[in-house]
């Protein structure tokens, strides 16, 4: 398996602009969820999908933030419109119903915005 | 709410063996996690602890007490690719997300 992808690995972006990041998890993967990472907050759980239902947002931090998986291979992450205290990696990653709750990152998205 | 306390960073010489600590507090427990992340690199799973005790892969070895709320990730024969940061995360019961720790930055010298 390719493990989970994300894209665009890398974007720069002014703002006010809107950013579209995305993800596909691991095939047959039932768990889909979206970090962010800074140096001052560390790891932290945006949103989580369970077989594409959206399970728990409680740390979308702003009405900015959307996040959407339409289908069981396919996620967004929105953010409309963009501010530079946005300005983080955000990763996606995915899980499997294994007794241990492993969860698989994907590269992540570095986002800047001006 | 949950919250884990590791210490921010580590510096141990290459071959010796380290032991990182994490604390955590949580409203329901289901196991204790380790992640490495190497910088620019995503995090990727290292152990998982959902009873009581040691579990060994390789040189890689962590512990879990739960009474306690403690766990521990050891390092054996310490390699300068170890250089990393390592996150202990907990999962609450009924639920399949992780809280992770603000992570420890371990350096390996010479």
């Known amino acids: 398996d390719a493990g989970v992808i994300q894209s665009p690995r890398h974007e720069v972006t002014e703002m006010g602009q809107e950013v579209t990041l995305r993800c596909k998890p691991i095939s047959g993967h039932d768990y889909l969820f979206w970090y962010r990472q800074t140096m001052m907050r560390g790891l932290e759980l945006l949103i989580y999908f369970n077989n594409n239902v959206p399970i728990d947002d409680s740390g979308m931090p702003e009405d900015r933030f959307s996040a959407k998986m339409p289908n069981a291979s396919f996620s967004t992450l929105k953010i409309q419109p963009s501010e530079p205290r946005d300005s983080a990696v955000y990763f996606c990653?995915?899980?499997?119903?294994?007794?241990?709750?492993?969860?698989?990152f994907g590269p992540g998205t570095r986002l800047t915005v001006l | 709410g949950q919250s884990l306390e590791q210490p921010s960073e580590v510096t141990a010489v290459e071959g010796a063996i380290v032991q990182i600590n994490c604390t955590y507090q949580t409203s329901g427990f289901y196991g204790l996690s380790w992640y490495q992340q190497h910088d620019g690199g995503a995090p990727t799973f290292l152990s998982y602890n959902g009873l009581d005790g040691l579990e060994e892969t390789g040189r890689f070895s962590s512990f879990l007490s739960r009474s306690d709320s403690y766990g521990y990730l050891l390092l054996q024969e310490l390699q300068m690719k170890d250089s990393a940061s390592y996150f202990c995360a907990v999962s609450g019961a009924g639920s399949y997300q992780l809280t992770f720790g603000k992570g420890t930055k371990l350096s390996v010298i010479p």
């Open positions: 990653a995915s899980s499997g119903d294994t007794g241990t709750d492993t969860q698989y």
